[in-house]
């Protein structure tokens, strides 16, 4: 499967179809007739499965390779006198879906499985049988490719059973290995169909299988299967891009081998051991560039992999190409500090020659590569438990966090099938992954153009609903913001339970996870989902608005103490004293007494008047209520990030009024409620630092 990487020194191949295996092809209607008759020894394999076992102990030469055997026996008896629609015996089908595996370096387990999925679906074998004879585990991996068997991609009534699909293999991740290698070999063999159904069963295959590939991190099954749906739905451009790649190959030069073995002398110069191939472009990637570049130089139909034995090694590498070559610097890609959604890990880099060729270097481990062209296949048995670490009976998914757990953690939440469908294809149809960082150092994988929104929901789940806004590298930013491969983004969570998320959500939400988080939230708070309810959640995208005042829903709690027994104590809406403002006091109608600031214009007019003073102190209560006045010039988000600001202070927003922008200048006036007047300064710095606002202070406005 992975004869993409050659010697250079072979020679350029003419690629004249599908990939070829590693391996010399076999006789597939040979193999079908080498029946096994009578008992067979425990020490010899049958001649149709030593391809198999060949490829097997490649990866595993210490393999127990008798469950391959048995496994065989079963498979070929119990398929005996069936037919593929090609006139070859089935059992060949078996056979080459775990060659196929075998050369991935699948573990015995999932070979054996291999060789009887389709014993339970075609035959008089039943999965207890199955189970009696290979153990719980194989049993479990039948009984998943075989409901997948049931499964019709493309029907529009199937997407109930497609989501129980993926709930039954999802949580074990060989099931869609074996269902993508057992559709490998059904594509290689699709000619014999009509074709409209070979049109049929590519277009399923381009939309729900090969991303399911590309998730899984199956690349040699991906690529493969690529080209093959290449050829039938689009048989002109693939006759177009092979004739590219033929004319290429004629050509009497290879730039590629030259600068390869360039690369290969830099690299022994150094003292650096590494292999250096040359990795033909599949013909879906040839195609890719052509219509990306126009026209296709020497260097535009492979790359070079340059594979070496640890990571260190790998920066070793690419220390040496950039000093003694001419790099291509934006083409730098760290996938091992940062690894792909799919467990993909390499270094891409370019370098430059002379006469403007280009050619792009891949570097990694061995094992890097084991995985790059396996994924999850390369596991091994992902769930067997360490030594150190017994079995608690609990299977945990080694590509978790990642794409295979979002999926069974919001197909829970979908509200019907149909939507679960639906938003299942959009999720595949993306075909690029962006990783974000926390600040707590944490990552968070989210597909390409996903927004502030699709984070929160991605990291905290329904609690998501409190988010009031982000960080992103530092800057605050609203939750529409499209995030960037590499971002940082700090998400800022209200403290209030009963937090609502805005139906605008939907509009900046990309991930099947918001969407139904926020979509099940509404659909359950149909009254709070009005659109009076929304709009004080996403912070505006323009200048700010004027907003409604908001009742004071609880007195001003500072406890001012009046001289005069008996009387109730109002704080002045005009200068809002707080602790330890010197106050004064002046009795009004009902027998209540006012307090003001000392200096405050109603103290001056109520004095030439002739009103008397109450004299009034502080008592021991900290608490209080506060009304300031924000001057700002008009910008987008300021408001946003002013309620941000006073969040973050511990201060609690009473009433807010902000006036519609005059010159470009905007006047924010906000009550608000404070645990500690003493921290009335630090509230006031944290306003003023606010971009775009120039002045902060307490209101002084005309009083009574």
């Known amino acids: 499967m992975s004869a993409e990487a050659t010697n250079p020194a072979a020679g350029p191949v003419v690629p004249t179809g599908p990939r070829r295996r590693s391996l010399p092809r076999i006789d597939l209607r040979r193999l079908g007739r080498a029946a096994l008759l009578g008992p067979t020894a425990r020490d010899r394999l049958p001649d149709a499965i030593g391809h198999v076992v060949e490829a097997h102990r490649a990866h595993y030469p210490d393999a127990d390779i008798e469950p391959l055997r048995r496994a065989y026996v079963l498979a070929e008896s119990s398929h005996r006198g069936q037919m593929r629609k090609s006139g070859e015996p089935y059992i060949t089908h078996p056979l080459a879906v775990t060659l196929i595996l075998a050369e991935l370096g699948a573990e015995t387990t999932t070979l054996t499985a291999s060789l009887l999925h389709d014993t339970v679906e075609d035959t008089e074998v039943t999965l207890d049988q199955v189970g009696e004879q290979f153990g719980a585990e194989v049993r479990y991996l039948v009984d998943g490719v075989t409901k997948l068997e049931k499964v019709d991609y493309g029907a529009a009534a199937e997407p109930e059973t497609f989501r129980k699909m993926l709930v039954a293999t999802g949580s074990d991740v060989r099931v869609m290995s074996i269902k993508l290698a057992d559709r490998l070999h059904n594509m290689r063999t699709l000619g014999v169909m009509r074709p409209e159904k070979q049109a049929r069963i590519a277009k399923v295959t381009r939309d729900v299988l090969i991303p399911l590939a590309e998730r899984l991190g199956v690349q040699a099954l991906k690529t493969e299967l690529e080209d093959l749906v290449f050829a039938i739905l689009h048989p002109e451009e693939y006759d177009h891009t092979r004739e590219l790649i033929a004319g290429n190959a004629a050509l009497p030069d290879d730039p590629l081998a030259e600068i390869a073995e360039e690369v290969r002398t830099v690299l022994r110069d150094a003292g ?43 920066y070793g590498v690419l220390g040496e190409l950039h000093t003694c070559m001419t790099p291509v610097v934006s083409e730098f890609k760290d996938f091992i500090a940062v690894p792909k959604f799919n ?71 979908a509200s019907d099938p149909d939507t679960f469908w639906s938003t299942l294809r959009e999720d595949l149809a993306q075909d690029r992954e962006i990783t974000v960082f926390r600040p707590d150092g944490g990552t968070l994988g989210l597909p390409d153009g996903a927004t502030c929104v699709d984070a929160a929901y991605a990291q905290y789940g329904e609690d998501a609903h409190a988010c009031m806004g982000a960080r ?46 926020i979509q099940r939230w509404l659909a359950t708070h149909p009254s709070q989902a009005e659109p009076e309810a929304e709009r004080g959640r996403e912070a505006p995208s323009a200048a700010p608005r004027p907003a409604a005042d908001v009742p004071a829903t609880r007195p001003g709690a500072a406890n001012a103490v009046v001289d005069q027994p008996g009387a109730t104590v109002r704080l002045a809406g005009c200068c809002t004293p707080v602790p330890p403002d010197e106050v004064t006091g002046f009795s009004v109608r009902g027998g209540a007494v006012t307090v003001h600031r000392v200096e405050c214009a109603a103290v001056v007019r109520m004095k030439s008047t002739g009103r008397a003073e109450v004299g009034v102190r502080w008592g021991d209560t900290t608490e209080c209520r506060v009304t ?77």
């Open 628 to 704: 300031l006045v924000a001057e700002s010039f008009g910008r987008p988000h300021l408001l946003a990030d002013l309620t941000e600001a006073i969040a973050l202070e511990g201060a609690e927003i009473v009433s807010a009024t902000v006036e519609p922008p005059s010159q470009q200048r905007v006047r924010h006036t906000y009550t608000l409620q404070l645990p500690d007047a003493a921290h009335l300064p630090a509230l006031m710095r944290a306003m003023r630092n606010v971009p775009g606002v120039y002045d902060v202070g307490r209101a002084q406005t005309p009083g009574a």
């Open 343 to 413: 467990l993909y890990q390499s270094l891409h880099t370019a370098v430059a020659r002379g006469d403007g060729q280009v050619a792009e270097v891949l570097i990694r481990t061995h094992q890097m590569h084991k995985v790059a062209e396996a994924g999850v296949v390369a596991l091994g048995n992902p769930y067997a438990p360490a030594p150190e670490d017994p079995a608690d009976g609990e299977r945990v998914d080694p590509t978790r966090p990642g794409w295979l757990s979002r999926l069974l953690d919001w197909q829970e939440g």
């Open 272 to 314: 650096i051991q590494a292999e250096v191939l040359i990795r033909p472009r599949h013909f879906v990637s040839v195609h890719r560039v052509a219509r990306k570049r126009g026209r296709l130089r020497g260097c535009d139909f492979g790359r070079l992999l340059v594979l070496v034995g640890e990571d260190a090694d790998c």
């Open 472 to 517: 992103v590298n530092g800057r605050l930013a609203t939750l529409s913001t499209v995030l960037r491969d590499g971002d940082t983004v700090q998400l800022l969570m209200g403290q209030d339970p009963a937090s609502e998320p805005s139906r605008e959500w939907l509009e900046h939400a990309h991930t099947p996870a918001a969407r139904i988080a």
